[in-house]
């Protein structure tokens, strides 16, 4: 379960840029895999996922707050579950969310 206490409070200005998303109006099953999804099946619905991710103007600001509370599940900022754990361990994320430049 998403550890919760990470969250910033309901403040608007936070969370406003999410009525700019690109992904507002696409089926949300695009984004989150079903349980048992493996394989083929899975890579190309991440993709299409992605695929729309990258229409997105707001998808830095997504992708640092998926990974500022370290959001377990699906496709966000154009990123999956897997792409942002691994960002996560090569300490290129700030503890903010922010990322950072390569050294």
């Known amino acids: 379960m998403t550890e919760i206490t990470r969250l910033p409070g309901p403040i608007m200005d936070l969370w406003e840029w999410q009525y700019e998303g690109a992904c507002r109006d696409a089926d949300e099953t695009l984004f989150f895999h079903p349980e048992g999804e493996r394989g083929s099946t899975r890579r190309k619905r991440a993709e299409a996922a992605k695929a729309i991710?990258?229409?997105c103007k707001v998808i830095r600001q997504c992708l640092e707050q998926s990974l500022k509370i370290r959001e377990p599940?699906?496709?966000?900022?154009g990123l999956?579950?897997?792409e942002r754990s691994t960002?996560?361990?090569s300490n290129q994320v700030a503890a903010n969310g922010a990322l950072l430049?390569?050294?």
């Open 73 to 77: 599940y699906g496709v966000w900022g």
């Open 101 to 103: 430049a390569a050294t």
């Open 80 to 82: 999956s579950e897997d």
């Open 53 to 55: 991710c990258a229409t």
């Open 87 to 89: 960002l996560l361990a």
